[in-house]
Nanobody, 126 residues
Framework: VQLVESGGGLVQAGGSLRLSCVVS????????MGWFRQAPGKEREFVAL????????YYGDSVKGRAAISRDNSKNTVFLQILDLNAEDTAVYYC????????????????????WGQGTQVTVSS
């Protein structure tokens, strides 16, 4: 199973971004999908997750109210949009695929995910 993220880059504070993650080599609709991020010197942090049917969505406290996760099962793609970016959003963003159902709160931890992408850098400038 391969995951490839895209959409990162340099963004001004107050701006927005939309990340994409394309999954290949597996059955996308079987996977719980999550977004995490990791800043230098910090642990990988939960950002958002979405169930296979999009019926269950959770957000991390750091992005709650300004993020939206979605998926298109016909295109094997999961998206993450974050609004009102600030310097604390600067990190490498990773998408992960969990082969199984939601296990809360375990599914908000990186160890619950079976497959990962290589990450995409997001840098927010002030």
């Amino acid at each position: 199973v391969q995951l490839v993220e895209s959409g990162g880059g340099l963004v001004q504070a107050g701006g927005s971004l939309r990340l994409s993650c394309v999954v290949s080599g597996g059955t996308f609709s079987d996977y719980m999908m999550g977004w995490f991020r990791q800043a230098p010197g910090k642990e990988r942090e939960f950002v958002a997750l979405i169930s296979w049917s999009s019926a269950i969505i959770y957000y991390g406290d750091s992005v709650k109210g300004r993020a939206a996760i979605s998926r298109d099962n016909s295109k094997n793609t999961v998206f993450l949009q974050i609004l009102d970016l600030n310097a604390e959003d600067t990190a490498v963003y990773y998408c992960g695929a969990q082969d199984g159902g939601l296990q809360y709160p375990t599914s908000t931890t990186a160890r619950a995910y079976d497959y990962w992408g290589q990450g995409t850098q997001v840098t927010v400038s002030s």
